[in-house]
């Protein structure tokens, strides 16, 4: 098959399994389960947009415009400024608000080959701590962009994975998003492994080119910039290390990167002096040359520590880091190995980071927080395994992720471990963890005079426009996450604490910890519920903020009181820069009526002009009665808005890229207005709402209908939604049933079905698309009611498609596909150094290469696979341990054959050593076992016998034309009998020795 853009490159290969590595090391203990494929309505769609891994080779090459679904899978939200600290409103105000977190995780999942955006799945993690977070990094493997999902069977243990991963993965561009509005730095992660990455190594990425520069570290900075991500995590774990001569190269190209304006995180891994892999769990003189060095300067912005440091360790590593003029809150991460441990007896304890007056010494960095999430169905024990993407699990998934950050009671104001802590129904314990909230800090990107909040959680099991629900199926998309609630949860009381929790609707299962009445959302999927025994006042902080009031604001709280009247009062309560520990009150009239539905009461801040809300929250007072059972109210959405902000105008430009009539999809563009206008479009099919995004293009999984209307607004910074901009489709005036049937010549057959009253000649555009090795634009038309068309001598090398079809007028009809793949390119020579018995090789460079036979005098040799999964009569692509890149062979000049074939079968022989008695012995053996008749074996004697003569003659090109006059005849029909194994190795001979005389 041809190499992508028929050019040759370099290939890295990659695995890594649920456990994602058997060494010591940073990923030994990330125990969460893969996320399997989800089945039925939630499955992925037929042309959905999904991630991919990549290769070394892969960002060699990479552009935009070739890589698979690359404009659906961008980062288009930038990244938001964070507020000044301000200790006053903060739940622990004694925390320093210098004390950083590095949080490296997955994203909604672990999901290999089916990494999506947004998707119809509600039970996917929407992770919503950002608020302790500054730097985001993405532990989830993915397969590289052509391994063929058949390769994948979800029912096989982890080591069975038999596939190739990406050594870089980036940032799911929706976790991007949502990272950016909340002012933390998204990071892709660069991961090399002996054991987990199969036969990589960094030196495959280290290669400058002729001008000295790094043409891999060149396009990581276009990636980042395309993609919208930050910059890069290194985990250089490999058994081997690196070698000392590569250290000053590892380091040079960390400076590019780091000088390009792009976030660099090490992780404490190698031996500056030695290059072996040595784990410090401090930082030292051996390691933080990779942050700081004396020849190259500043390299990596930070160190993520091995997780088996102490006191005197973290002690020394903050010495060494102010001796080297680098502040340790911002250079130094102590590791915490949370998806290892868990709730359970931990390696390291964060009281060992403060010094002896309790303050931080550096900053903290964790691996696997998700477990939370991703790790329930371990925690819980049993057979089960999807209980973690289960619907009537999530509130188990949001509990534990409650104990994890906020502490085991559940109250950022109360850290701290405590083994009473009831969370055994969730399947954790709070005698080992004292809470993310006890070490960081909140933060806050609430600023200036307008703000709005829905409490959306970026998932639901419906979704809800103006307290009604617009679509019933459940969903998942971040992108539209509200900026978090900032304290999880913070009520302040004298008296009997109401409870705060996320209402999901009636379909919602909130476990046996709460009981409710089930609303749903305002907008959204969820709403905030606040509900209890009220017998005392209550205030429920919110939200850490620095908004300006000015003379026109105004509060707007809509809510939904369901439960019975009372002569409880409920109130904005606003907490000011000028005395932060007062608690303002607001009142919501006639807030202790029963309601019906939803309401919105604006409430008027105007006397307050000039002052600055440096947090605020919602008070709940009983009022005249000493105690009120059963108190309910749900909070749809909270407002602070000065009206200065103009209704944002309806996007322009829409239109219809794709119309998937037969899988009921489609795919929308239209023009991007500027963040600071629009913060968001929602997108409509047929009045019902099927997704939001800052961007300026969307994928519908499921239509509402084949005709009707699509509908995207624009929404501002304070929540107001344009008016709509519309287009009208119609999908049953065209074609549906599309077929394309490949003959091995490359013409294609597209047949389909008409609609019932055809209107005009129908067009049949095929386009390549993506990564392509032939690019292809071809329009035919046919004449009314014809069902099929024929395209001529198309490509037959697996590249992908797409074809439209078009019935006069009217709407077109898209379908994707990809070319049958009869062709495979060889595997170049040039990649095999040979000395004595020792045999080095490199990666093919075809784009879908699966294995590669190495045959030593026609024995196959064996090798070496990742896991302990024993030797294979072939190097496998992604699974072939790191070791076997070099062999040894049994003698020095035995016939060497390289054999490599494709996903889809097709094989090709590559000769890298013989001499010319051996092909003749070839020859004559072939004519002994009948595989060859003499005539056809004498035939290339004679032919083989000139062109050693011209070559012995010293005429090189009378030699060279003879040898691919032997190559001729080897397809000719006396060779019909022939296997095409063997006409391959003929051919592949002569070919060696064009090669070899050429030289």
Known sequence: MFSRMGKTKKTLIVTISALFTLQAGFATSALAGDTLPYTGSSATGLNQPTQHGYTSNDILKWKPEADKDSEMLRSRVPLQQRNEAFTATQANPNLSP???????????????????????????????????????????????????????????????????????????????????????KSLAVIFFSSNDR?????????????????????????????YGYDGYFFNQEELSGVAVKDIPTYKEFLKVLRNSGLYVQWYDAVNNTTGKLKYDNE?????????KDSQYGDLAQSM?????????????????????????????????????????????DLRNNLDSTGKPMNSIAMLGADFTHHGLDEDLGGTDTMRRNNSDYQWMSFIR????????????????????????????????WDGVAAYIAERSVIHGSNFVSNFNMGRGLAYYVNGKVSNSEEWSNINIQDIPVTWQWWMQTSGTPLQADFDFGPNYNAGSRYHYQKVGAYNGGNSLVVNGTLDAENFLHLYKTDLKVKAGSKFSLTYNKTSQDDSSVMSAGLLFKDAPEKVVKVAVPNSGKKTDGWVTADLDLSEYAGKEIEAFGIVFDNGAQGQINNYQVNIGQ?????????????????????????????????????????????????????????????????????????SVTAVSQDGQESEPAVVQYDLTKGVHNIKAVQSDNGDMVVSWENPKDVDGKITVNLSTEYDYAKEVNETVTVSNGKPEAKLSNLPINGDQYLLKIKVGSHD???????????????????????????????????RDWHYLYVYENGVAKTFNTTYSQGRKPYIVRGRTHLQELTFQTQSTDSILEFVMEDYSGNKVTTVVRMSLDDLYGIINGLVEKKEL???????????LNTAKEHYEAGRLPQAATQLEKFKAQVDRGEFNGVSQDTKNRLKASADYFLRTWSK
């Open 98 to 184: 210098e004390t950083q977190m590095s949080n490296i995780a997955g994203d909604y999942g672990n999901a290999f080959m089916d990494s999506t955006a947004y998707t119809n799945k509600f039970g996917q993690y929407t992770f919503p701590y950002w608020q302790y977070v500054d730097y985001y990094s993405y532990w989830h493997g993915m397969a590289t962009a052509d391994v063929p999902k058949d390769l994948y069977d979800p029912s096989l243990q982890w080591y069975e994975r038999w596939f190739e991963f990406g050594a870089l993965n980036i940032p799911n561009p929706a976790y991007t998003n949502a990272a950016h509005k909340n002012g933390v």
């Open 198 to 226: 199969g036969p990589q190594t960094y030196t495959q990425m280290l290669v400058k080119d002729k001008e000295g520069n790094f043409p891999v570290a060149e396009k990581l900075i276009e990636m980042a910039k395309y």
């Open 283 to 291: 930082f030292t003189s051996g390691n933080s040359p990779f942050v």
């Open 304 to 348: 993520f520590l091995n997780y088996n440091w102490n006191k005197q360790k973290l002690l020394n590593s903050k010495a060494l880091a102010e001796s080297l003029g680098l502040n340790p809150l911002e250079t130094v991460f102590a590791g915490v190995e949370a998806g290892g441990d868990r709730f359970n007896t931990r390696r390291n």
């Open 401 to 432: 992720d409650r104990a994890w950050w906020t502490g085991p009671n559940l109250d950022p104001t109360s850290t701290g471990r405590n083994a009473n802590a009831p969370l055994s129904d969730v399947a954790a314990k709070g005698d080992n």
């Open 638 to 710: 909270v407002k602070i808005s000065d009206n200065s902000i103009e209704k944002p105008k309806a996007p322009t430009g829409l239109q219809i890229t794709k119309a998937l009539r037969d899988s009921n999809e489609m795919y929308l563009s239209w023009n991007l207005a500027d963040y600071n206008n629009v913060k968001q479009y929602n997108v409509y099919n047929n009045g019902a709402y099927v997704g939001g995004i800052y961007d300026d293009v969307f994928y519908i999984k499921n239509l509402k209908g084949l005709s009707g209307d699509i």
């Open 812 to 846: 077109w009809i898209s379908y994707q596909g990809t070319f049958i793949d009869k062709s495979i390119e060889a595997y170049p020579a040039e990649k095999v150094t040979i000395n004595g018995t020792s045999v080095t090789w490199g990666l093919p460079d075809s």
């Open 933 to 943: 008749t003499a005539t056809a074996g004498e035939m290339l004697t004679a032919t």
